[in-house]
């Protein structure tokens, strides 16, 4: 079944919904200048200020600090003094509604899939968006399914017209000038002729590139599912060079989770990664539920090398609370970070949420260049 990206119009349909709890006049003026601010705010966002952009949605005043000035500098393109301060409750809620609008108009960038990346991070540390009721964690998942989805469609190799027919039919428009050849051709029609086979020649090569083009991604997709349904069918662990069964269950979602990173292709999550994962965990056998502190102290001394960068607490909670765990060498019960909120330290996570969880942080981090 084709997964549909969600519609473009999504901000435009809601924002006024989005922003009554905030804002008393929404009349026609008004909220036609938010919309206008929104849309200069999503084209502000980058790979560079993505996560503070995130972070600062979900509450977190200190990277509202670092990404106020261009939640300012769009209000202001629109014609408005605007001096709100981090603290205010409209900053946070435009930047939400532009990541929204972003994961909407722009469904297939790379941005989106960090939004969405990240989005999903703050959620299941128990984080809510600045919008009450904003289904931005809904909205991640979609363009990440539909991300998945068209980044491993493939290719269809024959085009119309085919190289062969192009090149019969640019031929035959030299065929005139080939009859003419023995009574000597003008220079001008010469330089006709020349130009017409320059012409077939930047066309084929063209056409010979975007048939490379395809063919290397059609192959690219092959060798990534026979990687990953390879992985899933064995029952050994490369990463702790035993038997699935054999690693303590508290190491194998992160474990897992890693191994699945290494057999993903580009910066696009694995269409199905979820049940990739429930696959493996299931085949260990994997007990009920797993606390996650539990399981970095588990998965530590396998995956030290990888998820080295924590860019920020609570969209990367598995790879802050691996800086921890490497910080304490002396002492592994000294007690560690919990999330404000709760929920990420409570025993008995699932260990495929947690799996998916350390998925979506090493996929971040490959799209920040951090690995």
Known sequence: MA????????VDER????????????????????????????????LGNAVDAVAYAYGDKDAGERIIET?????????????????????????????????????????????????LSADWCGRRAAIEGMRLADYAARQLAYRSAITRRTAQLTT???????????????????QDAAHGLHEARRGSEFATFADILIALAARVDELAARSESERAVLREQLRQQTWVSQSWCETAEAEWRDVASEARPIIAAVELAERTWGTTPAAGAEALLGSILA??????????????????PYVADRLQVAPHPFLFPLAA???????????REEPRWRPPEGGLADAG???????????????????????
């Open 3 to 10: 997964v549909e990206r969600l519609p473009s119009t999504l």
């Open 15 to 46: 924002m006024a919904d989005w922003l009554r709890p905030f804002i008393v006049d929404l009349a026609g003026e008004r909220i036609g200048r938010l919309r206008r601010s929104v849309e200069t705010l999503r084209e502000a966002l980058s």
């Open 71 to 119: 939640v300012r500098v769009a209000m202001r393109n629109t014609g408005a003094a605007y001096t709100a301060a981090v603290s205010d409750a409209e900053p946070p809620v435009l930047v939400a509604a532009a990541l929204a609008d972003h994961l909407a108009v722009k469904p297939d960038s790379e941005l989106s899939t960090l939004i969405s990346l990240l989005a």
């Open 160 to 178: 119309s017209p085919s190289a062969s027919e192009f090149v019969q039919r640019a031929l035959r428009s030299l065929e005139a000038a080939t």
């Open 283 to 300: 085949t260990a056998s994997a007990g009920s539920g797993v606390d996650p502190i539990a399981a970095v102290a588990a998965a530590g």
């Open 321 to 331: 609370e691996l800086a921890r765990w490497r910080e304490l060498e002396a002492d």
């Open 349 to 371: 996570q699932e260990e495929t949420a947690i799996a998916m969880q350390a998925y979506r942080e090493v996929i971040a981090l490959r799209l920040l260049g951090h690995d």
